[in-house]
């Protein structure tokens, strides 16, 4: 079991950045692959980037090649997500999750995920 917290959401004007950060308590990320998505009013919930417990595995969407990037601290127990470049259709609540699967894999499906954060909004203007 892991509690995950995402912080580091905003109002940023597009071409800008925005560095998120999902912090754990309980167990350690290290024992967790770990996935961020987000979710537009009126959409549905989308994966963006994800990592696999050791970092061996990174996985991103298309819209975000090249613009965005993940990583982890296992010391500090922390997950980043850089955004740069951003776009007003990067708009949305992004969500910090992790799933318990021993292996080192990536989960693009938010229905594969068991553990997941509140949110933090990210609002891109024109």
């Known amino acids: 079991q892991v509690n995950v917290v995402e912080s580091g959401g905003g109002l940023v004007q597009a071409g800008g950045s925005l560095r998120l950060s999902c912090a754990a308590s309980?167990?350690?990320?290290?024992?967790?692959?770990i996935g961020w998505f987000r979710q537009a009013p009126g959409k549905e919930r989308a994966f963006v980037a994800g990592?696999?417990?050791?970092?061996?595995?990174?996985r991103y969407a298309d819209p975000v090649k090249g613009r965005f990037t993940i990583s982890r601290d296992n010391v500090k127990n922390t997950v980043y997500l850089q955004m740069n470049s951003l776009e007003p259709e990067d708009t949305a609540v992004y969500y910090c999750?992790?799933?318990?699967?021993?292996?080192?894999?990536?989960?693009?499906?938010?229905?594969?995920?068991?553990?997941w954060g509140q949110g933090t909004q990210v609002t891109v203007s024109s």
């Open positions: 990592i696999s417990l050791t970092g061996y595995s990174i």
């Open positions: 999750a992790a799933d318990k699967t021993t292996p080192p894999v990536v989960h693009t499906t938010p229905d594969r995920m068991d553990y």
């Open positions: 309980g167990r350690t990320f290290s024992s967790y692959n």
